[in-house]
């Protein structure tokens, strides 16, 4: 008979198989443990993880907190150094915890930003007028420019070219002192030497005369001339016109010399701005800001050319009505134009003023005139001039006018138009293709 064949027992001790009652003697068949080998599982497997107890933490280290991840890598926290750091680096032992958190630290940091923010908007309105010097004589000079920049392509200096821009302004001032300084010297020695006669026809005159008998003006009036008061009050007033009068000829002035200073200054102040943009976007800054500086050019050469149409057409209106000192009078309106919203009218008050002392008439036609010339200024020759030299549509350019002089007087409405001519370019040149690309 052929001989069993033998069974393979694993390596290892030998286990006996379990017993169900029956004893081993009686067990005659061999029974093969059914159960993977242990010596399949390797030795240097991990043992799995024992439960926490609550008593494990008490004879554990002190915890080192994680580091914090920067940009020069990681780095533990202030308020935990490590503990394993020597004592005899810290002398003065182990720094406590931050007080970043700490709300009187807040507090006391939130206070302090309210003062700065306070003290600044303080500063800044304490030399308001100085800054609106600045702004204007910036202004001045970036729309004085082009015309520069125009004798520069005649292969003249800059200096030269600046030198003759700016006698050129100030012909242009000269020019209306001598036009309006005679009038008014002549008109003010005649009201003097005409003075009694008026109040001799004050005198004569049966109204005043009835007004005198019944509420004694003229007494009151030659009494109140006699006292000190008049004179006091005479006294102030003229102090107080000659020191508007003197404030007005120094701010001239310094406006001025600070236009001439920005004028030749121009371009190096440009590359120091430019300088502050970061490299890599320093080309198209410096393109976008070029165009701006152009804007703000053709935005002063449209308002000089607007100017002139309305001294121009002044000098014809009051010449044909045979309004005195024609020519002075259309040299205030232009000049008077410059100033945004409210100039038009002060040229146009006087000149009527005017046409009354010739007669109620002509003072009459010249408000209606400069009435409806003002209307067809406003929604006509400004808008399609300032379109074809700022490119700035017309509705935008009403709206800014009248928003700066809203937020800013005559400095806003003198920067409102430059400003929308701005905001347009970089919505077009910078936000549009980023929204298109998105």
Same mark, same amino acid.
């Given at each position: 008979?052929?001989? +069993?064949?033998?069974?393979?027992?694993?390596?290892?001790?030998?286990?006996?198989?379990?017993?169900?009652?029956?004893?081993?003697?009686?067990?005659?068949?061999?029974?093969?443990?059914?159960?993977?080998?242990?010596?399949?599982?390797?030795?240097?497997?991990?043992?799995?993880? $024992?439960?926490?107890?609550?008593?494990?933490?008490?004879?554990?280290?002190?915890?080192?907190?994680?580091?914090?991840?920067?940009?020069?890598?990681?780095?533990?926290?202030? !308020?935990? +150094?490590?503990?394993?750091?020597?004592?005899?680096?810290?002398?003065?032992?182990?720094?406590?915890?931050?007080?970043?958190?700490?709300?009187?630290?807040?507090?006391?940091?939130?206070?302090?930003?309210?003062?700065?923010?306070?003290?600044?908007?303080?500063?800044?309105?304490?030399?308001?007028?100085?800054?609106?010097?600045?702004?204007?004589?910036?202004? /001045?000079?970036?729309?004085?420019?082009?015309?520069?920049?125009?004798?520069?392509? @005649?292969?003249? +200096?800059?200096?030269?070219?600046?030198?003759?821009?700016?006698?050129?302004?100030?012909?242009?001032?000269?020019?209306?002192?001598?036009?309006?300084?005679?009038?008014?010297?002549?008109?003010?020695?005649?009201?003097?030497?005409?003075?009694?006669?008026?109040?001799?026809?004050?005198?004569?005159?049966?109204?005043?005369?009835?007004?005198?008998? @019944?509420?004694? &003006?003229?007494?009151?009036?030659?009494?109140?001339?006699?006292?000190?008061?008049?004179?006091?009050?005479?006294?102030?007033?003229?102090?107080?016109?000659?020191?508007?009068?003197?404030?007005?000829?120094?701010?001239?002035?310094?406006?001025?010399?600070?236009?001439?200073?920005?004028?030749?200054?121009?371009?190096?102040?440009?590359?120091?701005?430019?300088?502050?943009?970061?490299?890599?976007? @320093?080309? $198209?800054? !410096?393109? &976008?800001?070029?165009?701006?500086?152009?804007?703000?050019?053709?935005?002063?050469?449209?308002?000089?050319?607007?100017?002139?149409?309305?001294?121009?057409?002044?000098?014809?209106?009051?010449?044909?009505?045979?309004?005195?000192?024609?020519?002075?009078?259309?040299?205030?309106?232009?000049?008077?134009?410059?100033?945004?919203?409210?100039?038009?009218?002060?040229?146009?008050?006087?000149? !009527? /003023?005017?046409?009354?002392?010739?007669?109620?008439?002509?003072?009459?036609?010249?408000?209606?005139?400069?009435?409806?010339?003002?209307?067809?200024?406003?929604?006509?020759?400004?808008?399609?001039?300032?379109? !074809?030299?700022?490119?700035?549509?017309?509705?935008?350019?009403?709206?800014?006018?009248?928003?700066?002089?809203?937020? /800013?007087?005559?400095?806003?409405?003198?920067?409102?138009?430059?400003?929308?001519?701005?905001?347009?370019?970089?919505?077009?040149?910078?936000?549009?293709?980023?929204?298109?690309?998105?």
């Amino acid at each position: 008979m052929p001989e +069993p064949t033998s069974v393979d027992r694993p390596s290892g001790p030998a286990t006996s198989p379990p017993t169900t009652g029956a004893s081993s003697a009686d067990s005659g068949a061999l029974t093969v443990d059914s159960s993977p080998p242990r010596s399949a599982v390797s030795a240097d497997a991990p043992s799995p993880p $024992r439960p926490a107890t609550p008593g494990d933490d008490l004879d554990a280290g002190p915890s080192v907190p994680e580091p914090l991840l920067t940009s020069a890598g990681p780095v533990l926290p202030l !308020s935990a +150094p490590s503990a394993s750091e020597p004592t005899s680096k810290l002398p003065f032992g182990r720094p406590g915890r931050s007080m970043s958190g700490n709300p009187f630290v807040f507090g006391f940091t939130a206070a302090l930003g309210v003062l700065t923010a306070w003290w600044l908007v303080q500063a800044v309105m304490s030399a308001s007028s100085v800054l609106i010097l600045i702004i204007v004589s910036l202004f /001045l000079a970036i729309g004085l420019n082009p015309a520069v920049e125009a004798l520069q392509k @005649r292969r003249l +200096p800059r200096l030269v070219a600046i030198t003759i821009v700016f006698l050129g302004v100030i012909l242009v001032f000269v020019a209306f002192g001598l036009a309006v300084v005679p009038p008014l010297t002549t008109q003010s020695t005649e009201f003097v030497d005409k003075l009694p006669q008026y109040v001799q026809e004050l005198q004569n005159n049966p109204t005043i005369r009835d007004l005198d008998q @019944r509420f004694q &003006l003229l007494t009151k009036l030659q009494q109140y001339v006699t006292s000190g008061d008049f004179g006091t009050q005479m006294f102030g007033g003229v102090l107080g016109i000659g020191s508007v009068v003197i404030g007005a000829v120094f701010n001239s002035l310094t406006v001025l010399v600070l236009t001439l200073y920005f004028l030749g200054s121009l371009n190096s102040l440009k590359k120091l701005a430019y300088r502050l943009v970061p490299r890599s976007r @320093r080309t $198209r800054a !410096s393109l &976008l800001g070029d165009q701006i500086i152009d804007s703000i050019g053709g935005y002063v050469a449209g308002n000089l050319i607007i100017s002139l149409i309305a001294g121009v057409t002044t000098f014809f209106f009051l010449t044909f009505m045979k309004v005195p000192y024609a020519l002075a009078l259309a040299l205030l309106v232009a000049l008077t134009d410059l100033i945004p919203l409210v100039g038009a009218f002060i040229g146009a008050g006087v000149a !009527s /003023l005017v046409g009354f002392f010739v007669s109620p008439t002509v003072g009459i036609v010249c408000l209606i005139f400069f009435t409806i010339y003002q209307q067809i200024e406003n929604y006509w020759i400004a808008p399609s001039v300032m379109k !074809s030299s700022v490119d700035v549509p017309p509705l935008a350019t009403i709206v800014g006018a009248l928003l700066g002089g809203a937020l /800013l007087g005559v400095l806003g409405a003198l920067l409102g138009i430059p400003l929308v001519a701005a905001i347009l370019l970089i919505l077009r040149e910078v936000v549009f293709p980023r929204q298109e690309r998105a």
